[in-house]
């Protein structure tokens, strides 16, 4: 019965004893162990005495109370709610994507194979086609072309509206020879239809003219640049006007559509027209 | 059904699958369990450095919320926290050269400590004053288990278990470190008494 009460210490540890026997209470086999351990009863009852001390040392000391700060810094590593839905939905569609049994995509063969391939779908979808880019040559404007296509900015801009020149009397070009190549080099070749009267080419063809530029002013029959500057004055002021109010009705509608591209051809004509007025 | 179960009555291990999922309630549990005793013991581990001891309590928790994986749900995870905190006080004493820097910081707060001498009998003050300065001078793996076991109150098969090494290593240690702890003491009391002797008139 007695050996089969449990003891409150451990006879094989010496530090159990110290804390619950005297060396005088040690049983002879206790003793001896002990002895085997220390030099006397002396060294055992100091050493006995210090443990006591230690234990009550602890138990007065307590344990230190941690910074606050440390907990809230642990907790702040924690994600919010939110974010952690967010977490775990992403983490089960990646699951379900790459199953961590399935191995098969982790052989290096196959991760090989299929970077090959999204690196040619991607330079499939990157690449220009050759039909695109021969597409594009062709509305792009050759190198050595001196005319650039009308921007939208420019067809957006309303035409500048011609300025009409005063009709000037005859005696101010009496003595002016006109040049007449100026007239006949240029050719009209964007004009829009309705939008000017048709010039009368008999009124200003070169030979005419030539012909009104060197005759003399003051002939016997009356002919002569005196006369055609008349015909060609009255002609001029019906252009002059027609022009005029069909370009203040072509201002009026570019208010409500886009106005045509203005090439340079318009204003060529415009200089033919003040070259006609020069010349009378 | 576990959900139901307040958090405070699951074990640790318990504690450490939730913490798995990131649960912040299983974490707080298991910081109010050791948070104090982690702190008290790199605080004794360390120099006595309040810094040091919090930025090591707060690295520890730090480890244990980033990588619950580690622990083993096979051992307790008491010890498992203790040998953790261990491996991080070695590598400061290897960093900072172990010993030296204990030793000249005691040796410069010892000779400005006063001796307020009781009748009779040691004083408490300052038996634990002489009890830190004969553990510092120990060696690290001595006053480690010293620490775990009268500090911590550890058993000897956790620190066994904390410290990688079989019961029977503890329990050797344990006991020479008790009886180079009291021949430093029984010196101090030698010394203490030749002070009182010599100074009959002190309050």
Known sequence: MAMNTPTPYDPEDIESLMLHKRFEELYPEEREFVLRHVDGADEYESMRRMLHDLLEDRDSGGLLEPDPAIRRNLMAMFPSEERSGFRIWLNSLLLKLWPPALIWYRTPAFQLAFSTAALLLAVWVIWPAPGAELAQNRVTPAVGEKEALPTEADSLVPAAPAEVQPVETETDHQDQPVHAESSTEMEITDVTPGAYPPVQSDDYSDDKIAKAATAPNNTADGEGLSVFANQAEKSENESVEAMSESKARNRKSNTNMIQPPVSSSMHEVDGLLDVLYTAR | ?203
């Open chain 2, 1 to 203: 059904m576990a959900d139901r179960i307040p958090y405070s009555t699951l074990s640790d291990a318990r504690l450490m699958q939730a913490l798995a999922q990131q649960d912040q309630k299983a974490f707080a549990v298991l910081y109010d369990r050791y948070g104090k005793l982690m702190y008290t013991y790199f605080h004794k581990m360390l120099w006595k450095d309040k810094e040091r001891a919090r930025d090591f309590t707060q690295d520890l928790f730090a480890k244990v919320i980033r990588r619950p994986d580690l622990y083993d749900p096979s051992r307790p995870f008491k010890t498992w926290l203790y040998s953790v905190a261990h491996n991080m006080c070695k590598n400061e004493y290897a960093k900072h050269g172990v010993r030296q820097i204990a030793h000249q910081e005691l040796r410069s707060t010892g000779s400005t400590m006063t001796l307020p001498v009781a009748q009779g009998e040691m004083d408490r003050e300052l038996f634990r004053q002489k009890l830190t300065e004969a553990l510092d001078e120990l060696d690290e793996v001595k006053r480690t288990t010293f620490e775990l076991r009268f500090t911590q109150e550890l058993s000897i098969l956790e620190i066994a278990e904390a410290m990688e090494c079989s019961e029977g290593t503890v329990k050797s240690r344990l006991f020479y470190t008790l009886k180079e702890l009291n021949r430093k003491l029984r010196m101090f009391e030698g010394i203490l008494g030749i002070i009182i002797l010599l100074i009959p008139q002190w309050p």
